[in-house]
Nanobody, 123 residues
């Protein structure tokens, strides 16, 4: 089992920044690729960003490309999502997830999920 705990969410004005963190415990962190997903009210959960086990490869949804950056610190068992130039449409609950399949945007490929952290962007 891998336990994931997100933090860093909150209420911000459009154009500002937030950094989300996801702390992992349990099995070997480096065995897993990590992803960030989000779910807005009334919408399905969607892929945001992915990072491979070493941090050498990242992938983003088109809607966040150029504004969000995913990174990981394997020494701290933590993955981050730096979110800049936030927009009201970024408002959602953000989830981190761990999976063994590389470069996946597919929710079922992720085995373990955190409880989510709320991000609200006001206009």
């Amino acid at each position: 089992q891998v336990q994931l705990v997100e933090s860093g969410g909150g209420l911000v004005q459009a154009g500002n920044s937030l950094r989300l963190s996801c702390a992992a415990s349990g099995r070997t962190f480096t065995a897993y690729a990590m992803g960030w997903f989000r779910q807005a009210p009334g919408k399905e959960r969607e892929f945001v960003a992915h990072i491979n086990w070493s941090g050498s490869s990242t992938y983003y949804a088109d809607s966040v490309k150029g504004r969000f950056t995913i990174s990981r610190d394997n020494a701290k068992n933590t993955v981050y999502l730096q979110m800049n130039s936030l927009k009201p449409e970024d408002t959602a609950v953000y989830y981190c997830a761990a999976g063994r399949r590389p470069n996946s945007t597919y929710i079922p490929d992720y085995e373990f999920w955190g409880q989510g952290t709320q991000v609200t962007v006001s206009s």
